[in-house]
């Protein structure tokens, strides 16, 4: 099982960028984005879990965020909007079959991509 993020870039603040993430393999019951910033810990950006029955997402990406799945190609999406400086970092996408409680924490998920920088400029 293979998960490969692209996408990321330079972009000005407000810009929008979509990260990709193809996922080879197998299919699991849940999909995410995670983050790490410079000198922070790896932070929950969103997910889509399919048994679950909803989206996830943090309260600082919500409604400029959006997580998706297109379920032919196997391939995770996050569109990203009115970018900030702070949404400057690393992204992961990552795959697992979490129980609800975990499906925001990284334990929750056993394969990661390598990650894709995102850089936000002022």
């Known amino acids: 099982v293979q998960l490969q993020a692209s996408g990321g870039g330079l972009v000005q603040a407000g810009a929008s960028l979509r990260l990709t993430c193809a996922v080879s393999?197998?299919?699991?019951?849940?999909y995410a984005w995670f983050r790490q910033a410079p000198g922070k810990e790896r932070e929950f950006v969103a997910a889509?879990?399919?048994?679950?029955?909803?989206?996830y997402y943090t309260d600082s990406v919500k409604g400029r965020f959006t997580i998706s799945r297109d379920n032919a190609k196997n391939t995770l999406y996050l569109e990203m909007n009115s970018l900030k400086p702070e949404d400057t970092a690393v992204y992961y996408c990552?795959?697992?079959?979490?129980?609800?409680?975990?499906?925001?924490?990284?334990?929750?998920?056993?394969?990661w991509g390598q990650g894709t920088l995102v850089t936000v400029s002022s």
């Open positions: 990552a795959a697992g079959n979490p129980i609800l409680t975990y499906v925001s924490a990284s334990e929750g998920y056993t394969t």
């Open positions: 393999g197998r299919t699991f019951r849940s």
């Open positions: 889509l879990c399919r048994s679950c029955g909803g989206n």
